[in-house]
């Protein structure tokens, strides 16, 4: 079935780095738009940035913007978030997020598969 | 950048109509999309686009917008509907999510 895995979470000190990895299965992982989306305790939910089907494009929020890389290897279905420069504002359950806007759901923009989330806490 | 606001919390008789708005400037140039998230789990996609239901969606959820505004509503709400609502949105190269709205159910 249609599935979306994170992994690489945990905790790790201000400043450090950590890479989280969104495994993907049951579709052409190739063709679509992916986005990670993060979620700090209590808290609304967050878009951190979006990187077209190719690659080719990658946007960020402001808000990590110099400090965390998306990226994806189409021939392994993976998509990646490194990110870079942590902050204890970084601490959140991160998700990955399949973009519909060029299969179902086109041509509207909207995300139609979730992963379970990675949790991330920074803190020394 | 841009903000789309959403009131915190409503409540709903079980069975009556309830409508979550939310508002912002991008929504003037895109539609919005909606996510139920229950505690413990990953959000889903109930509306996107003018009104339209992902399959499995009941049909008792239905979207509109004008202007500024989208809203989200259920008619003849169910217990299992309790659970935070968020409306996402593009604008331009980036995306935003609403403040989420809580849904009590009575």
């Known amino acids: 079935q249609v599935q979306l895995v994170e992994s690489g979470g945990g905790v790790v000190q201000p400043g450090r780095s950590l890479r989280l990895s969104c495994a993907a299965s049951?579709?052409?992982?190739?063709?679509?738009?992916m986005h990670w989306v993060r979620q700090a305790p209590g808290k609304g939910l967050e878009w951190v940035a979006v990187?077209?089907?190719?690659?080719?494009?990658?946007y960020y929020a402001d808000s990590v913007k110099g400090r965390f890389t998306i990226s994806r290897d189409n021939s392994k279905n993976t998509l990646y978030l490194q990110m870079n420069s942590l902050r204890a504002e970084d601490t959140a359950v991160y998700y990955c997020?399949?973009?519909?806007?060029?299969?179902?759901?086109?041509?509207?923009?909207?995300?139609?598969?979730w992963g379970q989330g990675t949790m991330v806490t920074v803190s020394s | 950048s841009s903000e789309l606001t959403q009131d915190p919390a409503v409540s709903v008789a079980l069975g009556q109509t309830v409508r979550i708005t939310c508002q912002g400037d991008?929504?003037?140039?895109?539609?919005a999309s909606w996510y139920q998230q229950k505690p413990g789990q990953a959000p889903v996609l109930v509306i996107y686009?003018?009104?339209n239901r992902p399959s499995g969606i009941p049909d008792r959820f239905s979207g509109s917008s004008s202007g500024n505004t989208a809203s989200l509503t259920i008619t003849g709400a169910q217990a299992e509907d309790e659970a935070d609502y968020y409306c996402?949105?593009?604008?331009?190269?980036?995306?935003?999510f609403g403040t989420g709205t809580k849904v009590t159910v009575l």
């Open positions: 686009g003018k009104n």
């Open positions: 990187i077209w089907y190719d690659g080719s494009n990658k």
């Open positions: 991008s929504l003037r140039s895109y539609y």
């Open positions: 049951g579709f052409t992982f190739s063709s679509y738009g």
């Open positions: 997020a399949r973009d519909c806007s060029g299969g179902s759901c086109y041509p509207h923009d909207a995300f139609d598969i």
């Open positions: 996402n949105s593009r604008d331009s190269r980036v995306y935003v």
